[in-house]
């Protein structure tokens, strides 16, 4: 048995030059028994090797099948030849570890060899992290004496060496140093080093080893004999190990290159910071042993204490919060809320299928234990609507008869055909999927609320790991390189051209005048390609919580995020995937902001009160509306292609929405599906089904598939796939940009479609809709919930114009429209829009009485660029029965004088009867922050009186300008117009609009 107890991969950002994956894959084709990951400080790359080790494992076990059922694979061995080298059958066993960088200079490997040594392993880790920000760690060696080392194998390397420095002869007087070794004099480090070794061999004993680990220098005999030496003297075992950071020796240059990048240099000035060679790889047994000479005997001796790490990082038993509340068990609780919201959805009784289903959904929950899981995301929701925050849940099991119930969500039950056992069924095991959309101005309350409730060693936001893509490739490889700013910046504008499958790589390049045949230019495109894929850094999700019943922080290390208040842990939502740990995602939603501040204005003014859940229904003027395709500031529908189908489209139920919202994404488009649906829907082309079969999964989408559910059900019913084979392919086309391994699913597919006798035209389709669902996919659950927001913001749009343009202002930044085109559209529904006055304007954009028994839309002072909600405040507090002057508001409001300036600049003092440029000549007159104690009062008449300036008027082209640099948008005429009589002049008046454009090139 052999074993590599310290692998270094590249989740050690910018310093591991391969990834887990390739280190697993890599360990058991050299025939490696164990291995160990050992992150410095981290843990985070850990569950990608174990996830690779599991295929594998699949792999050998399919291997071996197959050749149990048909005999072997390939060709027979001639006689005579040896067995392949390859150790093909091979499985790795995966040692959970951590290389702790302490902050005495002592680096020791950690293995975790039981589950309490793993617990202990991630509170050492989260010490570390939660005392410093995010990204580094300050941990410590009294943070090991104080809390033990209960369950942990412990591998103490080497301490620093001196530099290089040419041999001199010793005096024959010298008297070695205190601390000095076999090796002479001790230095410094070193000494310190030894006092440290010698407090932790007699702490920990038995659990700490000494690391043999060559350095590929030319002294390693000599520099392990001196290992050993000191090993017997603080009584330590020694131990092999290459310490590798990569898994191949053709990562050497990869590995220089990251280093520059850590190190803010050019690989030209790297020095001793260079890898010396390309030998620091993962090693085979073999060549372990003769590296090792006569000590190999450490080789065999880590393969025991690899043996004796038994912890399987798959073996972590997660618990789910009980949610028990006042000693009612969390069944009984679950069906007592939603029962007690049947009666609230349905006050004059619940239709009897809806009863029934609601039945049979509680009875699937409670067999598969998910009642404490509803009940978190129930809970979380009544204190959201608690503190008047919309929110609205989506996902499989949240269109659900209990989810409704409990209002979780707002889309009734009965208008989708979903079946509840397609999301959690007994059969695949599978966790539910519950995502809750909250206002985005306000979702960070409900974080807040989930960290005081369950505590931050319970609960903690799911990590997004951060990949080279394109652009920051060629931007810090290119730098590491020494290419020119101007250079990467060229490399840059071609991206698409560089990282297509066209072969247009290097007439790219020339046509942007460089040399593709230049070698340092060709060696950066090589290592930009090399590193793409690669982790750079951690970051938070965008609202995956995972809550515990225990310490999360024996779960998993937790650190602090870059945002105050936030902590997150070292896996993302893959990897808490592959362990069957449950995660809950709180996000937001711009659109919900709106909702809810329309909701807010129309309560207000017109006393109507809703929700999601009351809006009139299935309202025909609505779909008029969006017929028209007017549908700019609707929810997802607001986009150009979207208004280019809503008119072919022409939605006349709910259900058509749904089918809206999922159409126009990149699966379907890229399957070649939405003109097929578009002719049937229409009546110009048949409805039919490529099989009875799939006529059940297809017969609501008229036999084209449309959504994620329909595509991934088509590679089990057509194509003949397992749930566990369609589960791959799920993940397989989740990581699909990132990895590329999709391509033995595409074979696999088409072969099961062709054996099943579907068309191979309509096979390809499919699959190239699965892959577009890779990138983008839009499951009908999803849909469904948009979709009620799609309806909520037209109904809003439709009979409110002016409340929707109002709400709509107040929740930027959103959408895909700005303000300008919001208010422009808002005027041609009729609506009056007002400018900001100093007079009448509040923070936000409100409703006022337009004077003829209707509401009017008066602009705020957050639509003005550098006014703060504060100022707003004080302006609109000191106000009181109106201002005079600009050095009325300063002397009242306390108004800085760059903030009256930036209001004069947006034509607010209007009202006072001060023009644009005189108002911003009074504030620029005042030169101090406030006014001086004695000028503070009214003088009586005993000031200075300064002459009047005489200012030029501005011309119209000027104040349209101005009003777009203070506010973005303008309530005069549009800028085109300024320019009509020239760009379409009136019959007769061709010559001059002739002489006006020549005039004005002339300018130019």
């Not at 400080?41 to 197959?66: C, M, P, S």
């Not at 000693?327 to 009984?332: A, K, L, M, N, V």
């Not at 659900?400 to 009965?414: A, D, H, I, L």
């Not at 620029?924 to 009062?937: I, M, N, Y």
Request: hydrophobic share 40%; with cysteine; glycine share 8%.
């Amino acid at each position: 048995m052999t074993a590599e107890l310290s692998i270094t991969t590249n989740f050690t950002f910018l310093t591991g030059a391969s990834h887990p994956e390739e280190f697993a894959e890599r360990a058991a084709l050299e025939g490696l028994d164990a291995i160990a990951v050992a992150d410095e400080n981290a843990v985070a790359g850990i569950v990608r090797a174990h996830v690779q080790l599991k295929t594998i494992a699949r792999q050998v076990r399919e291997r071996t099948e197959a050749e149990a059922r048909d005999g072997p694979i390939g060709p027979p061995a001639p006689e005579g030849c040896a067995a392949p080298g390859l150790a093909i059958r091979n499985v790795p066993r995966l040692i959970p570890a951590a290389r702790l960088v302490l902050a005495e200079g002592v680096e020791i490997t950690a293995l975790a060899a039981t589950r309490a040594g793993w617990a202990r392993l991630c509170r050492l880790l989260t010490t570390g992290r939660r005392r410093t920000g995010k990204g580094a760690c300050d941990l410590r060696i009294d943070d090991l004496f104080d809390g033990g080392a209960e369950g942990l194998e412990m591998i103490l390397h080497a301490p620093p060496e001196p530099p290089a420095r040419p041999a001199l002869p010793a005096p024959r007087t010298a008297v070695p140093t205190e601390g000095a070794g076999a090796g002479g004099d001790a230095t410094a480090p070193e000494a310190a080093w030894r006092g440290h070794a010698r407090r932790l061999a007699q702490a920990f004993g038995r659990q700490m080893h000494l690391a043999l680990a060559p350095r590929y220098d030319g002294a390693d005999t000599a520099r392990f004999d001196r290992l050993a030496q000191i090993a017997a003297e603080l009584g330590l075992p020694t131990l092999a190990t290459a310490r590798p950071l990569m898994h191949h020796a053709r990562r050497r240059r990869l590995a220089d290159v990251m280093t520059a990048i850590r190190l803010g240099v050019t690989v030209d000035r790297l020095g001793r910071a260079a890898l010396v060679n390309a030998e620091q790889r993962l090693r085979a047994p073999w060549e372990m042993r003769r590296l090792l000479g006569r000590h190999a005997a450490a080789l065999d001796r880590a393969a025991r204490l690899a043996a004796r790490c038994r912890f399987d990082i798959a073996s972590l038993r997660y618990e789910y919060p009980s949610e028990i509340a006042e000693g009612e068990r969390p069944r009984d609780r679950l069906a007592r809320l939603a029962r007690e919201g049947l009666e609230w959805r349905y006050p004059g009784g619940a239709p009897d299928n809806v009863v029934r289903l609601l039945e049979h959904e509680l009875e699937l929950i409670a067999k598969l234990n998910y009642e404490p899981y509803f009940l978190t995301v129930r809970d979380i929701v009544a204190f959201a609507r608690e503190r008047g925050i919309l929110c609205q849940g989506r996902g499989s099991a949240a269109n659900s008869v209990v989810c409704y119930c409990m209002g979780v969500t707002s889309v009734s039950p009965e208008i989708g055909t979903m079946v509840f056992e397609r999301f959690v069924s007994e059969a695949r095991d599978e966790p539910p999927d519950i995502d809750v959309d909250f206002e985005h101005e306000r979702r960070e309350e409900v974080i807040q609320h989930i960290y005081e409730r369950y505590g931050r060693h319970r609960a903690g936001l799911c990590a997004t790991v951060i990949h080279y893509r394109g652009k920051r490739a060629i931007r810090e490889v290119g730098a590491a390189m020494g290419l020119s700013q101007d250079t990467i910046g060229a490399l840059s504008s071609q991206l698409w051209g560089f990282f297509s499958t066209n072969g247009l790589e290097e007439q790219r390049m020339r046509e942007i005048g460089l040399d593709p045949t230049d070698r340092r230019l060709r060696l950066t495109m090589d290592l930009i390609h090399e590193i793409v894929g690669f982790p750079r850094h951690l970051s938070q999700h965008v609202g995956g919580f995972v809550i515990t019943e225990g310490r999360l922080d024996e779960l998993v290390p937790v650190e602090n995020a870059a945002m105050e208040d936030r902590t997150v842990i070292c896996w993302d939502k893959d990897d808490i995937d592959a362990l069957g740990i449950l995660k809950v995602d709180v996000l937001s939603l711009g659109m919900l902001t709106c909702i809810r501040k329309a909701f807010d204005l129309l309560k207000m003014h017109h006393r109507q009160e809703h929700t999601l859940a009351t809006l009139p229904p299935e309202d025909p003027r609505v779909y008029d509306m969006l017929c028209r395709a007017d549908s700019i500031g609707v929810f997802q529908v607001e986009s150009r292609a979207q208004m280019n189908f809503l008119p072919r489209m022409r939605p006349r139920n709910f259900y058509d929405l749904v089918i809206e919202v999922a159409i126009i994404r990149p699966g379907p488009i890229q399957g070649d599906m939405v003109h097929p649906y578009l002719r049937r829907r229409n009546g110009e082309e048949d409805v039919s089904f490529p099989s009875d079969a799939l006529g059940q999964v297809l017969g609501k989408t008229l036999g084209v598939p449309l959504f994620q559910e329909q595509a991934m059900q088509i590679a089990i019913i057509g194509a003949g796939f397992t749930p566990d084979e369609a589960d791959r392919l799920r993940r397989a086309l989740a990581t699909f940009k990132k990895l590329g391994n999709v391509s033995e699913f595409r074979t696999r597919f088409l072969r099961g479609m062709a054996r099943n006798g579907y068309d191979a035209d309509f096979a390809e389709r499919c699959f190239s809709q699965i892959e577009g669902f890779g990138s983008y996919g839009f499951p009908e659950s999803h849909a469904a919930s948009f979709a009620l927001l799609v309806y909520a913001s037209a109904w809003i749009k439709c009979h409110h114009p002016g409340i929707f343009a109002c709400a709509l202002l107040n929740a930027q930044p959103m959408g895909f429209y700005a303000p300008a085109q919001i208010v422009r559209d808002a005027r041609e529904h009729g609506v009056e829009i007002r400018p900001v006055a100093i007079d009448a304007s509040y923070w936000d954009n409100v409703m006022e009485p337009d004077g003829r028994g209707g509401l009017a839309v008066r602009l705020g002072f957050r639509q003005i660029k550098g006014v703060r909600e504060e100022d707003a405040a004080w302006l609109s507090a000191a106000r009181g029965n109106g201002y005079r002057s600009v050095r009325d508001v300063w002397r009242r409001a306390g108004l800085a004088a760059g903030v009256l300036a930036r209001l004069a600049e947006a034509d607010v003092f209007a009202p006072l009867g001060l023009s644009r440029r005189e108002a911003l000549w009074e504030a620029r007159a005042l030169a101090a922050e406030k006014p001086l104690p004695l000028f503070s009062g009214d003088m009586e008449g005993e000031g200075i009186v300064e002459p009047a300036a005489h200012l030029p008027e501005m011309t119209e082209g000027e104040e349209i300008v101005e009003d777009f640099v203070a506010m973005r948008l303008t309530l005069r005429r549009h800028p085109v117009a300024l320019l009509r009589h020239i760009l379409t002049p009136e019959p007769g008046q061709e010559a001059d609009a002739r002489r006006a454009i020549a005039a004005a090139s002339g300018r130019g």
